[in-house]
Nanobody, 124 residues
Framework: QVQLVESGGGSVQAGGSLRLSCVAS??????MGWFRQAPGKEREGLAA????????YYSDSVKGRFTVSQDKLKNTVYLQMNDLKPEDTAMYYC???????????????????WGQGTQVTVSS
């Protein structure tokens, strides 16, 4: 089991940017993903990165605005979020997937371990 700690959330105005960080206690899982959950809504997959190939994967809802990256030396995965909108307001979670294979899905069922989340609030 891997421990994940997110940081970097906060309150910003629409159009602003934030960079979320997720530090993992161990960096051996093949996929690291970012998800969010707004009140009353299901958890939504946003982005993932294959830790071996460095390949990023994005959901259509954030493609072009969000960028996922990693720093293996720091056991850290990042989510750079630009042009934030009020509808991006949610709790953001980092997760690790032990699922083998060369593709990282942004689907919650494939992820084994989750962080506690960091809140992002975007005002208009």
């Amino acid at each position: 089991q891997v421990q994940l700690v997110e940081s970097g959330g906060g309150s910003v105005q629409a159009g602003g940017s934030l960079r979320l960080s997720c530090v993992a206690s161990t960096y051996t899982y093949p996929c690291m993903g970012w998800f969010r959950q707004a009140p009353g809504k299901e958890r939504e997959g946003l982005a993932a990165i294959h830790t071996g190939t460095n390949s990023p994967y994005y959901s259509d809802s954030v493609k072009g605005r969000f960028t996922v990256s990693q720093d293996k030396l720091k056991n850290t995965v990042y989510l750079q979020m630009n042009d934030l909108k009020p509808e991006d307001t949610a709790m953001y979670y980092c997760a690790a997937s032990a699922r083998a294979g060369g593709y990282c899905y942004t689907v919650t069922k494939y992820y084994n371990d989750w962080g506690q989340g960091t809140q992002v609030t975007v005002s208009s």
